[in-house]
């Protein structure tokens, strides 16, 4: 059982290039999330998705974007990177809000990003 | 969701029980407390949670006063692989608030 599982781990990308991140889940959780942690910072939520096909913005959702195409996976894209994304990416996941356990989050172990 | 205050950092030492605190005064009756942690550079980490009665598992104990405005984490025999971030967030179950909101924590450091 892998739980959530982030790709890639580590990536350094020039300013203006593209990529996408990948979190999978093997948990049949309906929630998915995604978060950024920067220094001082703490954890901020960037886009979730209650269900396959949905996704909505968190609080820090400008220059990304998300696709929730089959349930188990959730991919965070950045169209043109900017410096300023230079972080570290959680991907979490949960069971359905409307009972307690909503609320434990699944983490992923990170991916590092680095634009220049 | 009740805002909570925790210390910035602790230190306990290997092998003694690690007690880690959270003010949640403003807590309403249907929040209940949960306990993450975030050893360095990894993804945060599930503890426990509980809403009025003391809670034990595998990793932790919790306990919550009888008027719910604190709670207690407790790890029994702390080791040096718990040194880490523990945050202390308090949310009511449901709801459309799907943003679960992490502080600072406070930053125990097990010493040997």
């Known amino acids: 059982n892998a739980g959530v599982t982030q790709t890639p781990k580590f990536r350094v990308l020039k300013t203006g290039q593209s990529m996408t991140l990948l979190c999978a889940q093997d948990?049949?959780?309906?929630?998915m999330y995604w978060y950024r942690q920067d220094p001082g910072m703490g954890l901020r939520l960037i886009h979730y998705?209650?269900?396959?096909?949905?996704?909505a913005k968190g609080e820090v959702p400008d220059g990304y974007n998300v696709s929730r195409l089959k349930k188990q996976n959730f991919l965070l894209g950045l169209e043109s990177a900017a410096p300023s994304q230079t972080s570290v990416y959680f991907c979490?996941?949960?069971?359905?809000?409307?009972?307690?356990?909503?609320?434990?989050?699944?983490f992923g172990a990170g991916s590092r990003l680095t634009v220049l | 969701d009740a805002k909570t205050t925790q210390p910035p950092s602790m230190d306990c030492a290997e092998g003694r029980a690690a007690n880690l605190p959270c003010n949640h005064s403003?807590?309403?009756?249907?929040?209940?407390v949960y306990w993450y942690r975030q050893i360095h550079s990894q993804g945060p980490q599930y503890i426990i949670h509980?809403?009025?009665n003391n809670e034990t598992n595998e990793m932790a104990s919790l306990i919550i006063t009888e008027d719910r405005k604190s709670s207690t984490l407790i790890l029994p025999h702390a080791t040096l692989r718990d040194t880490a971030v523990y945050y202390c967030?308090?949310?009511?179950?449901?709801?459309?608030?799907?943003?679960?909101?992490f502080g600072k924590g406070t930053l125990l450091t097990v010493n040997p």
């Open positions: 967030i308090v949310r009511k179950s449901g709801g459309s608030n799907y943003k679960l909101t």
């Open positions: 979490a996941s949960s069971p359905p809000q409307g009972i307690v356990v909503a609320n434990v989050l699944t």
């Open positions: 948990m049949n959780h309906e929630y």
């Open positions: 509980g809403l009025k």
């Open positions: 403003t807590i309403s009756g249907n929040e209940y």
């Open positions: 998705s209650v269900g396959e096909g949905t996704t």
